[in-house]
């Protein structure tokens, strides 16, 4: 466990620049490929997790796309979706832990996808 959280430090760090170096934690969809990320929204109707069965059948596999609780490090923006409602910026995370009753467990970091509300109103 301490030689995944030193080179998930090591790779935070080193990537510091590209994905910024605030470590973030939180729930929400994590997909392997944007596109993933951009048909969920497209199916912002449905039940988050009938949508999530589809993607994953659609791509015939089970770990596609995801809600998860994890420590990860945002990295760039890659898209901006729409619904009728909402507005949210897909952006590649580095996902460098999963979040566990006793804290968090650090894994090899890896490149994921994930979706960011915007508040308009704001902006």
């Known amino acids: ?59 015939h596999d089970p770990t596609a796309c995801a809600v998860v609780n994890i420590a990860f490090v945002r990295g760039h923006h890659t898209a901006t979706v729409r619904t009728r409602r909402e507005t949210f910026q897909i952006a590649d995370i580095l996902v460098i832990g999963v979040v566990v009753d006793g804290g968090i467990q650090y894994v090899m970091p890896a490149i994921q996808f994930s979706l960011f509300k915007v508040n308009e109103r704001e902006a």
């Open 1 to 59: 466990m301490k030689t995944a959280f030193m080179l998930a430090s090591l790779f935070a760090l080193l990537l510091g620049p590209a994905y910024g170096r605030e470590i973030e934690i939180g729930s929400g969809l994590v997909c392997h490929t944007a596109k993933q990320v951009e048909e969920f929204v497209a199916f912002s109707n449905a039940d988050p997790r009938t949508a999530i069965g589809d993607i994953n059948d659609e791509e």
